[in-house]
């Protein structure tokens, strides 16, 4: 069992950053391929950047990219995202999932894909 914990949401202006974080337990951090998505009221969980699990390979929503960054240190056990440029339409809940995997360089972009879920941060952009 992998056990996630999202941090490091809140309450932010347009234009502002935010870095979340998503601490995993257990020991073979470095097998699982890792995903972040996204929640907002009355809308379906959306993916919004995932990462292999050697960080080789990325993947970004079209909203996303070239604004957030996605990366992880294996080392800490922490998978991260990168927000700028924060948009008001970028208000949700923001979830971190894994999976493991085999295939060094593949991402994984669907929720049914990933078995294994945090509790969700909530990012609030006001405008």
């Not at 914990?5 to 995993?24: M, P, T």
């Not at 990168?82 to 295939?103: F, G, H, I, W």
Request: with cysteine; proline share 2%; aromatic share 12%.
């Amino acid at each position: 069992q992998v056990q996630l914990v999202e941090s490091g949401g809140g309450l932010v202006q347009a234009g502002d950053s935010l870095r979340l974080s998503c601490a995993a337990s257990g020991r073979t951090f470095s097998r699982y391929a890792m995903g972040w998505f996204r929640q907002a009221p009355g809308k379906e969980r959306d993916i919004v950047a995932a990462i292999s699990l050697n960080g080789g390979s990325t993947y970004y929503a079209d909203s996303v990219k070239g604004r957030f960054t996605v990366s992880r240190d294996n080392a800490k056990n922490t998978l991260y995202l990168q927000m700028n440029s924060l948009k008001p339409e970028d208000t949700a809940v923001y979830y971190c999932a894994v999976r493991y995997s085999t295939r060094s360089f593949q991402v994984y972009k669907t929720l049914e894909e990933y078995p294994y879920w945090g509790q969700g941060t909530q990012v609030t952009v006001s405008s």
